[in-house]
C-alpha cells in the first residue's frame, strides 16, 4: 500500500464469502482499531457476511483463519494498524 492509504485497510476475502461481496476479492476499509470492528466494517458494508465468518460466541469460526500483517489472529480485540492487510481464508477440510 502506499503512503496516501496509511488511514486505510486492505482485507483480502476468502471465497466462502464472495457471494456477499458481489465477486470482490479484496476491498479497502477506513483504518480500524480491531479485528472485530473489521468484521464490523465489512458487515456494514456487505451484510451477511460477518456471519459467515464470525460464530454466535463472538470468536473467529473454526474453519477461518486470519493474519494480520505476518501474525495469525483469532481473537475479535487484536489490534489492526492502519495500513496493514488483513488476509481472511477458509480452511480446507474433507475426507
Excluded: K
Excluded at 11 to 33: C, F
Aim: hydrophobic share 45%; net charge negative; charged share 25%.
Amino acid at each position: 500500500m502506499g503512503d496516501g492509504e496509511a488511514g486505510r485497510v486492505r482485507v483480502h476475502l476468502p471465497a466462502l464469502v464472495q457471494d456477499y461481496t458481489g465477486g470482490a476479492r479484496a476491498v479497502e476499509l477506513d483504518a480500524a482499531e480491531t479485528l472485530g470492528a473489521v468484521f464490523d466494517a465489512l458487515e456494514a458494508r456487505f451484510p451477511g457476511v460477518r456471519f459467515r465468518l464470525v460464530d454466535e460466541q463472538r470468536r473467529v469460526r473454526r474453519h477461518v483463519r486470519v493474519w494480520i500483517g505476518e501474525a495469525s489472529a483469532a481473537a475479535l480485540d487484536a489490534p489492526v494498524p492502519a495500513g496493514v492487510e488483513v488476509r481472511i481464508v477458509g480452511a480446507l477440510s474433507g475426507g
